[in-house]
Nanobody, 123 residues
Framework: QLQASGGGLVHPGGSLRLSCSASGFRFDDFPMSWFRQAPGKKREGVAGITSKGGSTYYAGFVRGRFTVSRDNAKKTLYLQMNGLNPEDKAVYYC??????????????????WGQGTQVTVSS
């Protein structure tokens, strides 16, 4: 089970840190990913991280603003988001990756999803 949290309302240029708490499986056995879905748009991949946290991957639109990390002892995945802009408004989801490499941010390669947390960027 995955439980995402940390979303909210921020002004443009602001920051948020999302968390995703895992339970019911060996968290450090699995790569993990973040996705997002904006209103009226398809869900898209944001970032991925290997099972031990040694490597990360980001979608192009992140442009150095976001950082994915994990604490395997706490069974928690994070997404630090800085420099948020209105285009980042979306529901953000964490997901467990069961096949493929972390740069393959494809929904079908993930077998478990958190419930999503809303991020709104507005002045």
């Amino acid at each position: 089970q995955l439980q995402a949290s940390g979303g909210g309302l921020v002004h443009p240029g602001g920051s948020l840190r999302l968390s995703c708490s895992a339970s019911g499986f060996r968290f450090d056995d699995f790569p993990m990913s973040w996705f997002r879905q904006a209103p009226g748009k398809k869900r898209e991949g944001v970032a991925g991280i290997t099972s031990k946290g040694g490597s990360t991957y980001y979608a192009g639109f992140v442009r150095g603003r976001f950082t994915v990390s994990r604490d395997n002892a706490k069974k928690t995945l994070y997404l630090q988001m800085n420099g948020l802009n209105p285009e980042d408004k979306a529901v953000y989801y964490c997901a467990r990756k069961d096949v493929g490499s972390i740069d393959e941010l494809i929904e079908e390669m993930h077998d478990s999803w958190g419930q999503g947390t809303q991020v709104t960027v507005s002045s």
